[in-house]
C-alpha cells in the first residue's frame, strides 16, 4: 500500500503508525522519512543499534520484539518506546538501564492474548494487580500490546483484540486510574490492522504492507 494512503486513513482515526523495518535496509526507512513518517519499530537490539546510528537522530525508535534483559543497555540511551515489557525483572532493568542514561523510557505492557504457544506476554490485568507501579521513577508506563493469533479467522482474531481491549480497561481505571499517559493500544499488524482499530487499536505496528514482504 501507499506510504501516504495509509498514513492519511491511519492519521483521520488517530491512530499511530509504528513503520515495522526490521530486515529492510537503511534506504528503505529513508524513503518513509522524507515522506514525513518518524516513528518506526524493529525487533532486534543488534539491528535497531545499528540503524539508530546511521539514520536522523529524529526519528523514534521502539522496540517491538522480545527483548532480553542482557541487552537493554544497548538500547537505553536511545529508544523512545518499548513495547514488549512482560515480566519483572524485565521492568527492573530497564529501570537500572534508563536511570544510568539520567532518562526516562516509555513501555507497554505486553499480554499474551493469542493462543499460539510461541506468543510471550503477561496472561491478563490479575498479573499487575497491586504492582508497585510509582517505584519505577525512570519508567513511563504508557499502555499495552498484543499480538492475536496468526489466522484467517476474524472472528478468533476480533476477540483476542477485544480481550486486549479489555484488559487494559480494567488497568486504565484501576492502577493507572490518575494516569493520563495510560493511554496507549498497541494491537494491529499488516494482515489484521483494520480489525484492531475497529476493536480500540490506538497504535498499530505496520511492516510488509508498507516495505514488502520478508524473505
Ligand atoms: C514483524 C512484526 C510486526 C509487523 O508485521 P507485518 O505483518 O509485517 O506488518 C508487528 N509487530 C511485531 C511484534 C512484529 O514482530
Keep these: ?5 495509509l498514513k ?4 483521520a482515526e488517530d491512530v499511530t503508525l509504528v513503520a515495522v523495518s526490521k530486515t529492510k535496509p537503511v534506504s528503505a526507512i529513508l524513503e518513509l522519512y522524507h515522506q514525513g513518517q518518524r516513528v518506526f519499530g524493529e525487533n532486534r537490539v543488534q539491528e535497531l543499534a545499528s540503524k539508530y546510528e546511521s539514520l ?6 521502539h522496540m517491538i520484539g522480545h527483548l532480553q534483559k542482557n541487552k537493554v543497555k544497548y538500547i537505553a540511551p536511545f529508544v523512545s518506546m518499548i513495547h514488549s515489557v ?11 538501564r534508563a536511570k544510568q542514561n539520567e532518562r526516562v523510557i516509555d513501555i507497554l505492557l505486553q499480554f499474551k492474548i493469542a493462543t499460539e504457544e510461541t506468543k510471550y506476554g503477561s ?5 499487575w494487580a497491586d504492582f508497585p507501579f510509582d517505584k519505577y521513577e525512570n519508567v513511563r508506563f504508557r499502555g499495552v500490546m498484543g499480538m492475536a493469533t496468526f489466522t484467517d479467522n476474524t472472528d478468533q482474531v476480533r476477540s483476542e483484540f477485544r480481550r486486549l481491549k479489555n484488559i487494559f480497561d480494567n488497568l486504565k481505571t484501576s492502577i493507572f486510574a490518575t494516569k493520563d499517559e495510560f493511554q496507549v493500544i498497541s494491537m494491529g499488524m499488516s ?9 480500540g487499536s490506538n497504535m498499530v505496528r ?5 516495505f514488502g514482504a520478508r524473505r
Excluded at 500500500?1 to 494512503?5: A, K, R, T
Excluded at 536522523?56 to 525508535?61: G, L, V, Y
Aim: proline fraction near 2%; aromatic fraction near 6%; hydrophobic fraction near 40%.
Design 8 to 11: 492519511s486513513k491511519l492519521d
Design 191 to 199: 494482515g489484521d490492522y483494520v480489525v484492531a482499530i475497529e476493536e
Design 206 to 210: 505496520i511492516g510488509s504492507l508498507l
Design 86 to 96: 512482560g515480566s519483572v525483572s524485565l521492568l527492573e532493568e530497564i529501570n537500572k
Design 56 to 61: 536522523p537522530k529524529d526519528i523514534e525508535w
Design 123 to 127: 496472561s491478563g490485568h490479575e498479573d
Design 1 to 5: 500500500m501507499e506510504f501516504l494512503d
